[in-house]
């Protein structure tokens, strides 16, 4: 029977993650963010890798001679540009413009206690356990991306993430075997056109009337062209054209995203706006332009084989009846690039508790979280990698063929 004892108590979670939560960093730029990590790394003697997957990467591996099966967990640690509200909190963001606004503090602060439970009991475990801190997960280029780039999941069977939210009550555990979130992909398009006075709009050419009608077009087309089964949302987030009351506009920039479930949906979402774009500037006689954020993060797609062994372990810690479905997200994560290569599982937390305020959406300035299921996290993690220290069934091991 493998010792549960945890070296990190409820208290220290909610100090590290109000450490983190006070001081948030931007994409990669997480100097004391992994500075934070690897100083509490180092007070309990754990060995890691720093920077070699990607700049403010750490990387824990236990057990770096066993090669029979691999199991990694994934903490992002990034914050974002976001001015915070909660004035009465006393851990309130001392960065300004900046917070922690998604819950990566929270991710942060529960893979350090899960890589101090786990290094306390290293030597009754039967498989390697790599743990892994990243950078830019809200940015781009995406840190899951770059770590990839440079090899993160070579030796790597399968990978794990807990995202926290303020929807489920504290202390719920959600997922599914399905798809978790959409592909992503933002879009500027910029029009030109000819000013003119606002009497003589026929010896003009007007930008903004070229926008106007893409963006009416682009509801039709996500109304009649789109499968009602699918998801596809084409958003028009930000318009901006004309700077007098007098002349039309001569210029006229649209700036949105796309986010579709399927990633065959994605492409032909991003073909369709160009088309769609190409076709009105023609008939409106305005120049344009259609330009991408980069390649469509994919979709993030949980293996039914990790999600079968996945929630059993979950109910050991929280009861049958806290393990809940979890809906598939329109919002992106770029926990699919680790997908991509080897079967991953995304697990969500539960932190909502209006008593404490901590009921308002992420990436809002009002976020905050139940700190009480820290250790629950804690627990999830710890106790999954117990129960599958030898593989997992469905799960192709180097040498052994199928797992376990």
Known sequence: MVSMDYPVSQEELVALRRELHMYPELRWDLDRTSALVRRELDSAGIPYEADRYGRNSVVVTIHPEITAFTLALRADMDALPIEENNQDKPYRSRHPGVMHACGHD?????????????????????????????????????????????????DIDCIVM?????????????????????????????????????????????????????????????????????????????????????????????????????????????????????????????????????????????????????????????????????????????????????PGLLFGLGMRNEAKGACHPAHTRDWDIDEDALSTGVRVFVQFVLDHMDGIEGIPCPGKGDCP
């Open 106 to 154: 929270a991710h942060t602060a529960m893979m350090i206690g899960t890589a101090k439970a786990l290094w306390a009991i290293r030597d009754q475990l039967r498989c390697r356990v790599k743990l892994i801190f990243q950078p830019c997960e809200e940015g781009r280029p995406s840190g899951a991306r770059t770590l990839c780039e440079n090899g993160i999941m070579k």
């Open 162 to 342: 807990c995202h926290v939210n303020c929807v489920d009550p504290t202390h719920v555990i959600s997922t599914n075997a399905g798809c978790t979130n959409c592909s992503s992909v933002a879009f500027k398009i910029t029009l030109g056109g000819k000013s003119v006075h606002a009497a003589t709009p026929h010896l003009g050419i007007d930008a903004l009337a070229a926008g106007v009608k893409i963006y009416n077009d682009i509801q039709m087309v996500l109304s009649r062209e789109v499968d009602p089964f699918d998801a596809c949302v084409m958003g028009v987030c930000s318009m901006h054209a004309g700077t007098t009351v007098s002349t039309n506009a001569d210029s006229c920039v649209m700036e949105g995203t796309i986010r579709c479930r399927k990633d065959e949906t994605m492409s032909w979402a991003r073909k369709r706006l160009e088309n769609l774009v190409r076709s009105v500037a023609e008939e409106s006689r305005t120049t344009w332009e259609l330009t991408w954020s980069g390649d469509p993060l994919p979709a993030a797609h949980n293996d039914p084989h990790l999600y079968a062994a996945f929630v059993p372990s979950a109910q050991a810690v929280v009861g049958t009846q806290r393990v809940i479905e979890l809906p598939t997200s329109p919002g992106a994560e770029d926990f699919a690039y680790y997908e991509k290569e080897k």
